[in-house]
């Protein structure tokens, strides 16, 4: 489904929906024409399968999430017409906010719940460092803000993403 966009000054903005809650983009026009993006928070595991129509993820596995999300974000930009992929984009940041677990139960299984912890932390570190390594290899590396939190929306998920990046035209 195509964007709704509004343009307002600076900013233009795209979204689906007549009465949106959040926007898809937001863009802001620089002043020697490049423009910064701002990609709103997904998911692993509902968001991003409704974006690119993938079989839901149900445990989150840092290998597939991390992929889907930027493959979404990568989805989007290609729909509002700023560019055709991640590669003609800088990330200049990455925000996660990571939740506990859902499984094990931290009081019936305590050392299992603290391996858990740990994995998904190693695997989205793993899996940003292949990401940014294997498919934006002549991009810089985005400084990356990790948050934790008890949980997210959405309720399958460990991990909530959203980022900043920018277009620069000089570059195309």
Same mark, same amino acid.
């Given at each position: 489904?195509?964007?709704?966009?509004?343009?307002?000054?600076?900013?233009?903005?795209?979204?689906?929906?007549?009465?949106?809650?959040?926007? /898809?983009?937001?863009?802001?026009?620089?002043?020697?024409?490049?423009?910064?993006?701002?990609?709103?928070?997904?998911?692993?595991?509902?968001?991003?399968?409704?974006?690119?129509?993938?079989?839901?993820?149900?445990?989150?596995?840092?290998?597939?999430?991390?992929?889907?999300?930027?493959?979404?974000?990568?989805?989007?930009?290609?729909?509002?017409?700023?560019?055709?992929?991640?590669?003609?984009?800088?990330?200049?940041?990455?925000?996660?906010?990571?939740?506990?677990?859902?499984?094990?139960?931290?009081?019936?299984?305590?050392?299992?719940?603290?391996?858990?912890?740990?994995?998904?932390?190693?695997?989205?570190?793993? /899996?940003?460092?292949?990401?940014?390594?294997?498919?934006?290899?002549?991009?810089?590396?985005?400084?990356?803000?990790?948050?934790?939190?008890?949980?997210?929306?959405?309720?399958?998920?460990?991990?909530?993403?959203?980022?900043?990046?920018?277009?620069?035209? /000089?570059?195309?």
């Amino acid at each position: 489904m195509p964007f709704n966009i509004k343009k307002r000054g600076k900013l233009t903005y795209y979204y689906n929906g007549e009465h949106p809650v959040l926007s /898809a983009l937001v863009t802001e026009e620089q002043s020697d024409g490049d423009l910064k993006i701002y990609f709103s928070g997904l998911t692993g595991g509902y968001s991003a399968k409704g974006v690119l129509d993938r079989e839901e993820l149900v445990t989150m596995e840092p290998e597939q999430e991390v992929p889907l999300v930027f493959q979404s974000w990568e989805h989007w930009l290609k729909e509002a017409g700023i560019c055709d992929s991640l590669k003609q984009i800088d990330f200049i940041e990455v925000h996660a906010f990571g939740c506990q677990p859902k499984s094990p139960n931290p009081l019936v299984d305590p050392l299992g719940y603290t391996k858990e912890l740990e994995r998904l932390r190693k695997s989205y570190a793993d /899996a940003y460092r292949a990401f940014f390594r294997d498919y934006l290899t002549d991009n810089g590396v985005p400084a990356r803000f990790t948050v934790h939190l008890v949980d997210v929306p959405d309720k399958a998920a460990s991990y909530e993403f959203y980022s900043t990046a920018l277009y620069q035209k /000089a570059l195309q």
